[in-house]
């Protein structure tokens, strides 16, 4: 069980994914470090977030593409957090984006290139305290298949994912844990005035509450039930039929 003064650094933390997963480790007691570009933006969130919970609560201004500016970050931070949740994500818009290649570009970067060598100095600095801790990175089940509707975001969060499975690999033998979350629809800012399916739809602050509750528990891979079932049966049909479907 992780310690409830054990710092958390969130990333992408404007998020409605982020914000409740902030919510949901400060019940817990842990401090919250709140990271993403234009911090100043985060204020009413630190107030509200510290005021509710009695923890200590920052924002830092963090921009993930700034991959030079990576190590200083990590130094200016106040504490050395022992959970980092990376709850980075660009969706673009596919039709819009598919011949525009520095769209493209920002989409892959921000998805899957940036946070990965992100994560990769994180997990290197956190196995080496000896103290271990927690990584939890946020995927997609858009990453489980490319489908013409999302498939360069689609396309990044797969290898997102790919990259997450060899890490916690890599640090399978230490004390620290390596998990990844793959979302269906999830009511957040990303998602607004899209036309989401009711049954397949869950809000950001329950959901948050069950990642949270599956770190803790040392799980994997965080996969709602009702995603996962419906993406094995997408995963599984035969290509030529799969290129039929409008899914």
């Not at 946070?115 to 089940?141: K, N, Y």
């Not at 975001?153 to 994912?161: D, L």
Request: charged residues 20%; positive net charge.
């Amino acid at each position: 069980m992780t310690p409830a003064d054990t710092p958390a650094l969130i990333l992408g933390a404007r998020s409605g994914i982020a914000r409740g997963i902030a919510v949901a480790l400060a019940k817990r007691g842990h401090p919250i470090m709140l990271a993403a570009r234009n911090a100043q933006r985060l204020e009413a969130d630190v107030s509200d977030i510290s005021i509710r919970h009695s923890v200590e609560v920052s924002a830092h201004d963090f921009d993930v593409l700034d991959v030079a500016g990576h190590q200083s970050f990590l130094e200016s931070l106040p504490m050395k957090p022992g959970i980092v949740v990376c709850a980075i994500g660009v969706l673009g818009d596919q039709e819009a984006d598919a011949g525009d290649s520095a769209a493209t570009k920002l989409i892959v970067e921000s998805n899957f290139l940036a946070p990965c060598l992100f994560l990769e100095r994180v997990a290197t600095q956190m196995s080496a305290s000896g103290r271990g801790g927690h990584i939890v990175g946020i995927g997609s089940v858009a990453g489980d298949r490319g489908r013409a509707k999302n498939y360069v975001y689609g396309s990044a969060k797969a290898g997102f994912a790919a990259y997450l499975s060899g890490l916690r690999q890599k640090y399978a033998a230490s004390a620290l844990h390596v998990m990844t979350v793959k979302p269906g629809f999830v009511r957040t800012a990303m998602t607004e005035g899209m036309d989401l399916p009711g049954p397949l739809t869950t809000d950001a602050e329950p959901f948050a509450e069950r990642v949270v509750a599956a770190m803790e528990k040392g799980k994997l891979v965080y996969y709602d039930m009702r995603w996962r079932a419906l993406m094995g049966v997408i995963t599984h049909l035969p290509e030529r039929i799969f290129m039929k479907t409008k899914f």
